[in-house]
């Protein structure tokens, strides 16, 4: 009753109480976000000046090596190209590997359920380092001797899966009883309920933390410069740094190849969500 | 003439809970049976075991001649069930279409994923389907964008596109807003009137009167009382069915 009155008050009046309001949110959330773009950008002037080398006002901030900086910009940032291949090759390793083990989590066959979850539960008991080197060092200690480019997709490959596997395990409950009794009214047998009701649904719940996934892989491949067989931005990062007592520089440099690309693949990831939230799901 | 539905001694346990006591229950072909019963009686069992969506306990069931026992093991027993439920459509309360598919895509999923029908047909067939309930407009939307009555049209087509000979639907207009129902009854009828053998779970007693054979009103697991509706709704026999009736005229359920 309350809410048939306050209707019909509302239209009594050119502009309603409820635009308004909405109004004054808008210029609440506006001013927000005006308010942290400002300070990011503050942020980052206070970095550019720390790193400036100027003596401004008699406080002198820290001075870089512009000449090397020149130099081997393009040296380290063509190691974005391996990054983003070594973070690929291992995403699509570790999909395979996580909907493997979501799939053996709902195995009523113990051996299946059993392999699942002791492959999840021994990946993250240990370091995604040691995994690496396991592969890398370990290994050919038993005549098996891979590349570091292989090694390293295998360690980040097994341990990502492991990690994701929790997300297609939430995808699949996300599914409800309903679709597959849906899918068996119609005569589905449950493989065919699995490939075209409850993982197609599965992997679209699942494209977001996927995204987000990527996202960190792209960093952690970093860890794969230890094997120095990789060339990726953080080993040329370290190889130049040490080469010529430039880390600052070097690492400086890599950390803004990185970050520049994490700005990127998030804005990718963010507008992915969006369409995927408002879509036909 | 030969029942097309025959329900034989079904018992249905959920653990110690005996939800259907020996049940036995014959539907003739192009005949509209109304179940109804207070909330927990087991109708929503009764019709479920129909299709095995539940595994009877003890009993059998008959769809189009093919017979399915309780206890069955192995292929041939999954194969039976695989041929009864290609026998019978359902039709559930919260539809459940699939949401990653468009409205044709839903309706043509069975034939073609489940029979193997070429897909010129299906659509052919489901565009038909959908035209009968109305529902041809929006053969490329998802179902997230319909109302619940258009959702439940579809739902309905879905099953019909399948070539069932029997029709379930459970509490079809439950889910519904109440200006919705109407829409979703009157393709209900018309689906009865084409000839469906229909079993309906409702609480509609004005399309129980209007458009059932017969009437079966549930108890406890047993089938209290069945009927012709004329005479259950002026003469119900069993208290239990006056009671339930009277609620429904109070508006309750
Ligand atoms: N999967 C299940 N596990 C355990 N108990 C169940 C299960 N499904 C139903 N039951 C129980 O069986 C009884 C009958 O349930 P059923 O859903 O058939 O009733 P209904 O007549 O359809 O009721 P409603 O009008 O509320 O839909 C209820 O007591 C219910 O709690
Ligand atoms: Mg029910």
Request: aromatic residues 8%; proline residues 4%.
């Amino acid at each position: 009753m309350k809410t048939d009155s306050t209707i019909a008050h509302s239209h009594t009046h050119p502009t309603t109480q409820a635009e308004l309001l909405i109004q004054a949110q808008q210029r609440k959330k506006r001013g927000f976000r005006m308010g942290v773009g400002a300070t990011w950008g503050m942020l980052l002037l206070v970095l550019i000046f720390l790193f400036s080398g100027q003596n401004i006002l008699g406080f002198q901030t820290i001075k870089l090596d512009g000449e090397f900086m020149r130099k081997n910009l393009g040296f380290i940032g063509s190691g974005l190209g391996e990054t983003l291949l070594i973070s690929s090759s291992s995403i699509l390793l570790a999909i395979f590997l996580a909907l493997l083990a979501a799939l053996g989590r709902l195995s009523t066959f113990p051996p299946i359920y059993a392999l699942s979850t002791f492959y999840v539960s021994l990946i993250r008991g240990t370091p995604l380092y040691l995994q690496i080197f396991f592969f890398f060092l370990a290994l050919p200690q038993l005549g098996v001797n891979l590349s570091g480019f292989t090694a390293g997709v295998f360690a980040l490959g097994l341990n990502y899966g492991a990690y994701m596997s929790e997300t297609f395990r939430a995808g699949l409950a996300s599914v409800s009883k309903g679709q597959r009794e849906a899918a068996a009214a119609i005569g589905m047998t449950p493989g065919q309920t699995m490939r075209r009701v409850v993982l197609p649904q599965a992997l679209r719940f699942a494209i977001p933390p996927m995204g987000n996934d990527f996202i960190s892989m792209t960093k952690d491949s970093a860890l794969v410069a230890a094997t120095g067989f990789v060339h990726e931005v953080m080993w040329r990062a370290v190889k130049v740094g040490r080469a010529q007592f430039n880390n600052l520089e070097a690492l400086l440099m890599a950390a803004i190849f990185y970050w520049m690309m994490t700005l990127i693949l998030t804005f990718f990831q963010t507008r992915l969500e969006a369409r995927l939230a408002k879509g036909d799901r | 003439m030969a029942p097309i539905v025959q329900i034989s001694n079904l018992d249905k346990y959920f653990g110690r809970l005996h939800v259907l006591k020996n049940i036995s229950l014959d539907v003739q072909p192009r005949e509209v049976v109304c179940l109804i019963g207070r909330s927990g009686s087991g109708k929503s069992t009764l019709l479920r075991c129909v299709n095995f969506l539940e595994e009877p306990s003890n009993g059998s069931i008959q769809v189009d001649g093919v017979i399915v026992e309780s206890h069955g093991r192995g292929k041939e027993h999954r194969q039976l069930i695989h041929d009864v439920r290609l026998k019978t459509g359902m039709v559930f309360q919260e539809f459940n279409l699939f949401p990653h598919m468009t409205v044709l895509e839903n309706v043509i999923e069975g034939p073609v994923t489940v029979k193997g029908m070429n897909r010129a047909e299906a659509i052919a067939l489901g565009e038909e389907n959908l035209d009968s309930v109305g529902m041809l407009f929006k053969k490329d939307e998802y179902p997230m964008r319909l109302s619940g009555g258009q959702k439940q049209r579809v739902a309905i087509a879905r099953a019909l596109t399948m070539q069932p000979r029997v029709m379930l639907f459970d509490e079809p207009t439950s889910a519904l807003d109440p200006e919705l129902i109407g829409e979703v009854l009157n393709v209900m009828k018309k689906v009865a009137k084409d000839g469906m053998t229909m079993l309906v779970v409702t609480h509609e007693m004005g399309f129980a009167r209007e458009v059932a054979d017969r009437v079966l009103v549930l108890g406890e697991g047993e089938i209290i009382e069945d009927a012709k509706p004329s005479t259950l709704f002026s003469k119900p026999k069993d208290p239990r069915t006056k009671a339930l009736i009277d609620r429904y005229r109070t508006g309750g359920r």
